[in-house]
């Protein structure tokens, strides 16, 4: 199509996005707004850039939950307050009688940390940002926090800031953004208890343990993600969320860059925030109008790390894939999560699967990292075919990036309807108001190019009728020569 009739259709796209609601992130010049403690003001706040760009994510959880490394990150409240047999007996089989949660942390060494050679594996499996917990929900705290005597990194088990150590190596052997995890309530933090007991009329819990530790993380290791959890059971007017982020977005030091997810008080999921989390592994497989992120865990069940695991309890590397295609398209971000061990290394089997997605994201990145959404998130007609788009360039051409999750093995080739099922053309007919032209000028060699990325260097043989795009697939073995795996995309650019 001649670049007279695509800008039409360019712009058909533009007034799409805004009719459906679809936030693009943006970096606003002029005076610096300020913003009220409320909802009202603080959900006027643009979207930093970088957040949007970077799609994809580490998680990370690690504490003293990694020491007894079974059934979940949950281990303490399991087995003492819900008294679930599963726990019990494990305690009963593997520990004295006697034994305390907290004892566990003296076995917490991480004498294998090695933050720089996390920094580098994140590094190489092509995320660019990564949140660490700072403190779950047992309250231990991975920095030597002056709310949390004898119950942090520093004062027992590792005697080290773990923090301190991964922001460093991050920044110095990375592009990567920091960011920290923050759980609002602790199980069995005695003030957090007996503010229950004042049925939440009190707010002893959030004024001498919760604010001071949130700036002290703040000013102290400029996380520019702030990763809110443990909210469920408190309105956000008792943790006081509102006040705390309009000191974040007005007055901190991460004030330009940082971004919050929606984890702020009950009623606040999926409603509040830079970025939506809604639910862990939250996947809607629809477009979403704000932007929103997928947090989950390379370990199907458990965030933290345990041995009670087999290797059908892990996601493959085309599942991880595919994860990452699905939530992209749909104006996601992933946020994959991995769980160290207590001596401060990463498994084999999580290594491999972040090594894995760096391979793809190198060959196929370009379809991911600062994409936007396409008119159509998948093909209608096509199963496992999604897709995502690049602003139109300046010679008014735009590029649409077709992720086939599953390899037409049977024909090596296939058809796809990257304009969808229901568009018919017909010559000079407005469609919506937009002039298509004639049908043989929408995908035609003069103004459409095809091109599986990997295999920049050889010609791909397609040919079209109307909707349709009928793409031959170079010779498998070729393909495999060259490493590509588990999805592949092919760039269509029409001029």
């Known amino acids: 199509m001649a670049i007279a009739a695509w800008t039409p259709l360019l712009a058909a796209l533009i007034v799409w996005q805004a009719r459906a609601g679809v936030e693009v992130a943006a970096q606003v010049p002029g005076p610096r707004t300020r913003y009220e403690p409320n909802w009202a003001s603080l959900d006027q706040r643009p979207l930093p850039r970088w957040y949007d760009e970077a799609k994809v994510g580490i ?5 003293v939950y990694s020491v007894p490394s ?37 076995q917490f060494t991480a004498e294998l940390f090695n933050a720089t050679e996390w920094a580098l594996l994140f590094k190489d499996s092509g995320a660019r940002y990564v949140v660490l917990t700072s403190k779950h929900h047992d309250g231990f705290t991975l920095w030597p926090s002056k709310s949390s005597f004898g119950w942090n990194s520093v004062d027992v088990g590792p005697k080290r800031d773990i923090i301190k150590e991964l922001a460093a190596a991050v920044r110095s052997e990375s592009d990567l953004k920091f960011g920290l995890y923050y759980s609002l309530f602790e199980w069995f933090n005695r003030l957090w208890t007996d503010d229950k007991l004042h049925l939440l009329m009190q707010q002893n819990y959030v004024t001498r343990k919760v604010r001071p530790e949130q700036m002290e993380l703040v000013e102290q290791y400029l996380p520019e993600v702030i990763w809110s959890d443990g909210d469920w059971e408190a309105p956000a007017k008792y943790w006081r969320s509102e006040e705390f982020i309009a000191w974040l977005y007005n007055d901190s030091p991460v004030r330009d860059t940082v971004v919050t997810n929606d984890r702020w008080g009950f009623g606040t999921a999926c409603l509040h925030g830079d970025f939506y989390n809604c639910a862990d592994r939250f996947n809607p497989g629809v477009l979403q109008a704000h932007k929103w992120e997928n947090a989950f865990t390379l370990d199907k069940t458990s965030w933290g790390q345990r041995f009670d695991v087999s290797l059908k309890d892990f996601m493959t590397s085309k599942e991880v894939i595919k994860e990452i295609v699905t939530t992209v398209s749909c104006n996601g971000n992933v946020l994959i999560n991995v769980g160290p061990t207590k001596y401060g290394t990463i498994l084999p089997i999580f290594e491999e699967r972040l090594r894995d997605m760096g391979r793809w ?20 007609v096509t199963p496992n075919v999604w897709y995502t788009r690049h602003p139109q360039a300046s010679n008014g051409s735009i590029s649409v990036y077709a992720f086939i999750l599953e390899y037409p093995y049977d024909t090596n080739e296939l058809n796809i ?49 109307q909707n349709k795009l009928h793409i031959v697939f170079p010779p498998k073995n070729r393909i495999d020569k060259r490493g590509l795996d588990f999805a592949w995309t092919f760039k269509i650019t029409i001029k």
């Open 361 to 380: 994201l190198k060959i196929n990145g370009e379809g991911i990292y600062a994409s936007k959404p396409w008119i159509y998130q998948n093909d209608t």
């Open 417 to 465: 309807y990257p304009l969808g099922k229901d568009i018919n053309i017909y010559s000079n007919v407005l469609l919506t108001g937009v002039d298509m032209g004639v049908a043989e000028e929408i995908l035609n060699e003069e103004s459409t190019e095809v091109v599986m990325l990997g295999m920049e260097d050889t010609k791909i043989q397609w040919s079209s009728k």
């Open 70 to 106: 079974y059934g979940s990150e949950w281990f303490w409240t399991n087995w003492i307050n819900l008294r679930n047999p599963d726990y019990i007996r494990f305690m009963q089989r593997n520990y004295r009688p006697g034994f305390t949660y907290q004892e566990f942390a003296e």
């Open 59 to 63: 998680f990370l959880h690690y504490g």
